[in-house]
C-alpha cells in the first residue's frame, strides 16, 4: 500500500455537477437437471437481475431454456469455466420463469455426474476478463473461449438513504476510505472497519471499483492490519444490501453495490456520487451520479461517459472453430441452447426486432443499459472512453422512457434528453435536426 501525506477531502459538489446531466442445495431440493434443457451460468452476483429478466424473456418466446445461476464472485465464474475438469459447489438456483423477473428456487446441482458441484457452461463477470488476470491471477483466455458482452452496469459507492450530509466522495478520498479501513488516515464520517461492507478480492464489483480508485482488491480493508474483524466482507450483492441497511451507524456506514441492487432499494439507500480521476491526466472537478439526477434512472451520466465507474457485462463461454458458443464439455448440456442465451445478452444480431426489444425491455428492467442506449464504449475496466455508434440503431430516448415510466412498456414517460421526439416513421423526424431516424417510437442520430 502507498504511503501518502496528501490530504484528501471527499469531492466537492460544485457548480450542480451531481447533475441532474443461497447456502449449498440440500438434498430435498430438486435437481437442477429436472427443469430439462439447463445452461449452467456461474459468476457476478451483481449480474442476477439481468439474467432473471432474461429468464422471464425466454419464457416468453417460447423457448424450453432453464438458466441454472450460481454466484460465487466474477473472477470465480471465470476460473470455474476456464479450468478443466472444475466444478462450482456455490448453492445452485433455478430462474423459475413463471414471474417477471423470474424467481429462485434452490436446486441440487450434480450435472453432467459431478459428485460435488455443477460444471459451468457460462462464466459472468462484470469486469473485462484481463482484470480477472491481473488481480485474481485466474488463467487467461484461449482461442477455445471468447467474451461475449452484455448490457452495461455501473458500480457505486452507497449509503443510507437517510446519510444526505456527505453526497460525493472522490477517487483519492475512496483510496483511503478502503485502503486504510478508517485508521492512520481517515475521510469523515467513513471511519469504522465494521461499517464498510466489501466484498473478496475475486468479485467483480469490488475489482471495477478498484480499477476507478487505483487500489487493487488485495489491498481493500479485509486484508489491511487495521481490519477491526471481517463482519463487513460480505459473499455477495444481496448481502451488502442487507449489511448495509441493517447498520446502526447512518452516517458512517458505506458498501460497494452495482446500480441495480441501490435502484430497487431506493428508499432505503441512495449511491454517492463519484468524483474520478482523468486516465489520461486530470481529475473531474465534481462528482457524478449514475442517472441524472438522484430522482432518475436513465443512467444518462453512464451513458453519455461522465459517470466513470462502469463497462459491460462479459458472458464468457467455449467456442467452436467458427466462434459460436458451446457448452462445458462435462456439462451435457446442449450447444444450441448455450448459443440461444449468449444470442439473447449479447443482443446478437440474429434475434429478431421483437427479440431486440425485448431486451431493451429487459436490461431496463434490470436497470442496466441496452448497448444501443450507450453513446460512449470502453475497452478495460479504468480506461477512457470512446464515442460510439451502434450499428443496430441507437435506442436511447426510449430507453429513458421506460426508465421514467417505472421499466413498463405499457406506460412510457417522458425522455430525459430534450432531443427526444415521438416518431412513427423517418418521415415524422424531418424537422428534428440530425436525429432523422425513427427508432423505437423516438427520433434518434440513426
Not at 476507478?212 to 450483492?237: N, V, Y
Amino acid at each position: 500500500m502507498r504511503n501518502t501525506t496528501k490530504a484528501f477531502v471527499v469531492g466537492a459538489l460544485a457548480g450542480g455537477c451531481i447533475l441532474a446531466t443461497a447456502t449449498r442445495a440440500h438434498a430435498a431440493n430438486p435437481a437442477c437437471n429436472s427443469f430439462g434443457h439447463t445452461v449452467y451460468i456461474a459468476g457476478s452476483s451483481a449480474s442476477q437481475p439481468i439474467l432473471q429478466a432474461l429468464a422471464y424473456q425466454l419464457k416468453q418466446a417460447g423457448s424450453s431454456i432453464s438458466i441454472i445461476y450460481e454466484n460465487p464472485s466474477s473472477c470465480q465464474g471465470l476460473t470455474d469455466l476456464l479450468t478443466t475438469g472444475m466444478t462450482e459447489t456455490t448453492g445452485a438456483s433455478y430462474l423459475d420463469p413463471s414471474t417477471n423477473p423470474a424467481t429462485l428456487t434452490a436446486c441440487d446441482a450434480t450435472n453432467g455426474g459431478a459428485s460435488a458441484g455443477s460444471y459451468v457452461d457460462i462464466g459472468v463477470s462484470d469486469v473485462f476478463p484481463q482484470t480477472c488476470v491481473d488481480y485474481s491471477n485466474i488463467p487467461a483466455l484461449t482461442s477455445s473461449q471468447k467474451d461475449f458482452w452484455g448490457p452495461v452496469q455501473a458500480m457505486v459507492m452507497a449509503v443510507q438513504a437517510g446519510q444526505t450530509m456527505y453526497p460525493s466522495i472522490s477517487a483519492e478520498a475512496a483510496y483511503v476510505v478502503f485502503g486504510w479501513a478508517g485508521q492512520t488516515n481517515t475521510i469523515a464520517p467513513w471511519t469504522d472497519p465494521q461499517n464498510m461492507f466489501i466484498r473478496s478480492p475475486t468479485s467483480g464489483t469490488e475489482s471495477m471499483i478498484s480499477k476507478a480508485i487505483g487500489l487493487p482488491p488485495t489491498k481493500w480493508l479485509a486484508q489491511s492490519p487495521f481490519d477491526g474483524g471481517t463482519a463487513q466482507h460480505e459473499s455477495g450483492s444481496g448481502a451488502v444490501v442487507t449489511a448495509l441497511k441493517g447498520s446502526t451507524n447512518m452516517m458512517g456506514a458505506i458498501g460497494i453495490l452495482s446500480t441495480e441492487f441501490v435502484d430497487q432499494n431506493r428508499s432505503t439507500l441512495h449511491a454517492l456520487a463519484f468524483q474520478a480521476k482523468d486516465p489520461n491526466g486530470g481529475d473531474q472537478e465534481c462528482g457524478y451520479l449514475p442517472d441524472s439526477s438522484s430522482t432518475t434512472f436513465d443512467k444518462l451520466n453512464v451513458r453519455q461517459g461522465r459517470y466513470a465507474i462502469w463497462g459491460p457485462l462479459h458472458f464468457v463461454a467455449n467456442v467452436d472453430g467458427s466462434g459460436k458458443p458451446q457448452p462445458n464439455g462435462m456439462s451435457g448440456d446442449a450447444a444450441a441452447d448455450v448459443q440461444t442465451v449468449i444470442q439473447y445478452l449479447n443482443f446478437d444480431a440474429s434475434l429478431t426486432a421483437a427479440q431486440t426489444l425485448q431486451m431493451i425491455q429487459a436490461s431496463a428492467k434490470a436497470y442496466t443499459v441496452p448497448p444501443c442506449a450507450m453513446e460512449v464504449s470502453r475497452t478495460d475496466d479504468g480506461g477512457g472512453v470512446a464515442s460510439q455508434m451502434p450499428a443496430s440503431g441507437m435506442c436511447g430516448c426510449y430507453y429513458e422512457a421506460l426508465a421514467a415510466g417505472g421499466n413498463n412498456p405499457a406506460a412510457l414517460g417522458m425522455p430525459t434528453s430534450s432531443y427526444c421526439q415521438a416518431c412513427t416513421a423517418d418521415a415524422d423526424c424531418a424537422d428534428a435536426g440530425i436525429y432523422k431516424k425513427c427508432n423505437y417510437g423516438f427520433c434518434e442520430v440513426q
